[in-house]
């Protein structure tokens, strides 16, 4: 089966989605939830594995809470800090 190749944002390659991430992250940009590439074809597909419940997803979605896809190199530079405790950003809250 053919890989499915996405483009990510600031990245020139597109790169097959199975090696991507998909991740939710507060209105602060503060990643909670992450996804690898596969579980979803889409970032509202994404969210619904995130968040399944419909009034916890549609609040979010309302308080700015984002879903974007990383590459691997991506989400190590802006994501692990946050799963590991050491991102900037809750600290400025
Ligand atoms: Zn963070």
Redesign the pocket.
């Known amino acids: 089966m053919a890989d499915l190749l996405v483009r990510i944002d600031g990245a020139t390659d597109p790169v097959p989605l199975r090696d991507c991430f998909w991740v939710l992250a507060t209105p602060d940009?503060?990643?909670t939830v992450s996804l690898v590439g596969r579980e979803a074809a889409t970032a509202e597909a994404a969210h619904i594995q995130a968040t399944p419940r419909v009034l916890e997803r549609d609040r979010q979605t309302r308080d700015g809470w984002r879903v974007d896809l990383y590459s691997r190199d991506q989400w190590r530079e802006h994501v692990r800090?946050?799963f590991a405790g050491t991102?900037?950003?809750?600290a400025e809250a």
């Open positions: 940009g503060c990643a800090p946050c991102c900037q950003h809750r």
